[in-house]
């Protein structure tokens, strides 16, 4: 495995001069989000990563709280 994006050039070299095949980590790392991606896959939206709930404020800041999902801006 070859550890860094300046070293993602010589894989096909290396693999070649030592008859051994390389995986260059920024290709591994990229192909399965590419995969994801192409699936239509996001985030989820339950739990932790669910919209931040609207804050309550001590004082009338109303107008600067954000919108909620789908209401028309």
């Known amino acids: ?9 010589l894989a096909g070299l290396i693999s070649r001069q030592r008859g051994v095949p390389v995986v260059e980590g920024v290709f591994a790392g990229v192909k399965p989000i590419e995969t994801l991606v192409g699936l239509g896959l ?3 939206n339950r739990g932790d990563l669910d919209y931040p709930p609207a804050k309550p404020y001590a004082v009338d800041l109303s107008g600067l709280a954000p919108k909620p999902r789908g209401a028309e801006r």
């Open 1 to 9: 495995m070859l550890g860094c994006a300046g070293m993602a050039d």
């Open 42 to 44: 996001r985030t989820s």
